[in-house]
């Protein structure tokens, strides 16, 4: 008798097991089809608020969706094969820049860039940057219009500006391209900067970007706050903040004051500026990126770093490593090249650096709602 009520007993309890963890299947299971019926689609064409909809989205995003945005990459070859629509799908990226290995004739980049966004669509992705550093363009390519070389832009008079921004921002446009690495804000940097003349140089920057705008293509301010300091040596982060305000710095000054909120981005760049910050180079510095740019200037829009491996090899630091300073000092977007091991070791580094506390929730929050405002408020998908 005793036997039998044990086999009585055991088997209510082995009931009690099945439907309890059944119970918590259909709870997973519900919880999951309530995250897979927020459509990031139908949360873009809502009628909310802009920034409703992008606290709902971020409520519905994974953490792996959330690190993925912090990412634009590059991929190898002349066409999205297997290979590259599985790593956009396993990294979840913020973004992809096409670079002249991409780039081989119209036909072809619009084929490239139309396959990137499809990969992203039908993997449930937030609309990705799809990018082009234009005056890295190889100037003899025949699938872009024929530009000056950068440091012909100052001498030409606005309305040839003004004409030949118009005609490349449509053609980009037309070729799938919705992120323009560019203007350049830099002043005197022998075949990099367009003129010397700060106020020369805002006007440039600004009537570019206004095309790019009007074209719906977003743009990307390069490098704050310099790239060179030439034979400029300062005693205090004050007597550095006031050389480069009269320079490079005043033409950022005016473009953060003057372009629309939300339709730009301002890409950091790997100089050292000991006075300020002895340690990092300015897309790791704290006290540049979060004090100076944040804090003093007013910026609040999106901070990407130029190529994340440089930086690392700059400062001696494993390419992971220097990502999650980077974030940790301010930026929101790291730029990695196409390098697979990079990608791999950018993402886990970062993975790991949000696991752990490293990044908090807070802060990751922080980027991910600045990439999907611009995303968001802007959109621009072809």
């Not at 995250?35 to 995003?61: C, F, G, H, Q």
């Not at 000054?253 to 100089?271: F, G």
């Amino acid at each position: 008798m005793n036997q039998f009520f044990r086999r009585v007993l055991s088997g209510l309890a082995l009931l009690v097991a099945v439907v309890g963890t059944t119970g918590c299947q259909h709870e997973s299971q519900a919880e999951q089809e309530t995250v897979r019926t927020v459509s990031y689609r139908a949360v873009l064409e809502s009628n909310k608020p802009v920034s409703e909809k992008v606290d709902t989205w971020i409520a519905a995003m994974s953490q792996e969706d959330k690190v993925g945005q912090l990412m634009m990459i590059s991929l190898h070859g002349s066409t999205i094969g297997q290979s590259q629509k599985d790593v956009i799908r396993k990294y979840r990226v913020s973004g992809v820049m096409l670079t002249n290995e991409n780039l081989i004739n119209k036909n072809q980049v619009k084929t490239f860039t139309s396959d990137i966004m499809q990969t992203a669509i039908t993997s449930s992705m937030v609309t990705p940057y799809i990018a082009v550093h234009r005056d890295r363009i190889l100037h003899g390519n025949e699938s872009f219009l024929r530009l000056p070389k950068p440091n012909r832009w100052g001498q030409l008079p606005m309305d040839r500006i003004i004409n030949l921004a118009t005609r490349s921002a449509i053609e980009m446009r037309d070729m799938g391209f919705n992120l323009v690495i560019g203007p350049n804000a830099n002043l005197g940097v022998p075949n990099m900067s367009y003129t010397s003349d700060p106020t020369w140089a805002g006007h440039i920057n600004l009537a570019m970007v206004e095309r790019y705008q009007i074209n719906h293509m977003w743009s990307a301010y390069n490098y704050f706050p310099a790239v060179t300091l030439g034979d400029a040596s300062f005693g205090s982060a004050n007597e550095a903040k006031a050389y480069l305000s009269n320079n490079d710095v005043a033409v950022f000054k005016r473009l953060i004051a003057q372009t629309t909120a939300n339709s730009y981005m301002l890409v950091m760049s790997h100089i050292q500026i000991p006075a300020i910050d002895n340690e990092h180079l300015a897309s790791s510095s704290k006290p540049i990126i979060d004090g100076w740019l944040r804090k003093e200037l007013g910026y609040k829009g999106i901070v990407m770093t130029d190529r994340i491996d440089v930086g690392a090899l700059q400062s001696n630091q494993k390419i992971g490593d220097y990502a999650v300073a980077s974030i940790l000092a301010g930026s929101d977007l790291i730029l990695v090249d196409a390098d697979t091991i990079h990608i791999d070791e950018v993402h886990r580094a970062l993975t790991q650096a949000v696991e752990d506390g490293t990044i908090t929730t807070e802060r990751l929050n922080e980027s991910v709602k600045r990439i999907l405002l611009m995303k968001m408020q802007t959109q621009m998908d072809p």
